[in-house]
C-alpha cells in the first residue's frame, strides 16, 4: 500500500534552515509529483511547491522563492524540503502529499517550531 | 491564484442532521478540479472527494459533492458523531492548487 513517512518535529531558533523528510513506498516513486503543503495552528492549508522526482524538476509558491529547496534521492525513495531564513511565521505543521490530488495519499505531517 | 471562499466559518449541528457546506471560487475552475478534505485535530487532511463530485475511497455515501463553475457544496445527509471536524475545499485546476479557509462542523 502507499505510504508517506516523514521526519521528526525539529525545533529550530529564527534564522535557521530545517529540512523535511518524506520516504516513500508501495509505488514507483518517479512516476507521481510529491507536493508540500503547511498549516499554522488553526489556519487553512498553503500550498510551498512540487517536485517531480524522475527529472527533479521543482516549482515553488512565489511565497517561497529564493527560501526552499526541494530535492529528491530515488535510490531511497524520498523526498526532501528545505526551508531557509526561518521566522515564527513559520511555524506549522509540513505535509507531503502525492501527486496526483484525486490520490489523497499525504505523509502524517511533520510540526516545524520556530522559537528563540 | 485562485482564492477559495469557504461558508460558513462554523456549523453548528446535532448527530442526524443534514451539513451543507460552500466553497466558492474567484474564478471559474475548469475541469472540475475540486476537492474537499476532512481534517481532524492532530491528523493529516484525508481526502472525501476529488472532481467535484467523486467519492475518494472508502467514503461512505452520506458524503456527497456537486457543482461547477465557480460554486461547490459539499452535502453529508445525516451526520454521524465521526463528522465533526474541519472540512476544506481545494482547487487544483490552475497552478498554485489553492485550499479554502476551512468550515467548523461542531456538535450543536
Known amino acids: 500500500q502507499v505510504q508517506l513517512v516523514q521526519s521528526g518535529a525539529e525545533l529550530k531558533k529564527p534564522g535557521a534552515s530545517v529540512k523535511v523528510s518524506c520516504r516513500a513506498s508501495g509505488y514507483i516513486f518517479t512516476d507521481y509529483y510529491i507536493h508540500w503543503v503547511r498549516q499554522a495552528r488553526g489556519q487553512g492549508l498553503e500550498w510551498v511547491g512540487w517536485i517531480y522526482p524522475e527529472r527533479g524538476d521543482t516549482y515553488y509558491a512565489e511565497k517561497f522563492r529564493g527560501r526552499v529547496t526541494m530535492t529528491r534521492d530515488t535510490s531511497i525513495t524520498t523526498a526532501y524540503m528545505e526551508l531557509s531564513g526561518l521566522t515564527s511565521d513559520d511555524t506549522a505543521v509540513y505535509y507531503c502529499?502525492?501527486?496526483?490530488?484525486?490520490?489523497?495519499?499525504w505523509g502524517q505531517g511533520t510540526l516545524v517550531t520556530v522559537s528563540s | 491564484d485562485i482564492v477559495l471562499t469557504q461558508s460558513p466559518g462554523t456549523l453548528s449541528l446535532s448527530p442526524g442532521e443534514r451539513a451543507t457546506l460552500s466553497c466558492r471560487a474567484s474564478?471559474?475552475?475548469?475541469?472540475?478540479?475540486l476537492a474537499w478534505y476532512q481534517q481532524k485535530p492532530g491528523q493529516a487532511p484525508r481526502l472525501l472527494i476529488y472532481?467535484?463530485?467523486s467519492r475518494a475511497t472508502g467514503i461512505p455515501d452520506r458524503f456527497s459533492g456537486s457543482g461547477s463553475g465557480t460554486d461547490f457544496t459539499l452535502t453529508i445527509s445525516r451526520l454521524e458523531p465521526e463528522d465533526f471536524a474541519v472540512y476544506s475545499c481545494q482547487q487544483y485546476d490552475s497552478s498554485p492548487p489553492t485550499f479554502g479557509q476551512g468550515t467548523k462542523v461542531e456538535i450543536k
Open positions: 472532481g467535484a463530485s
Open positions: 502529499a502525492r501527486g496526483s490530488w484525486s490520490s489523497g495519499y
Open positions: 474564478q471559474s475552475i475548469r475541469g472540475i478540479s
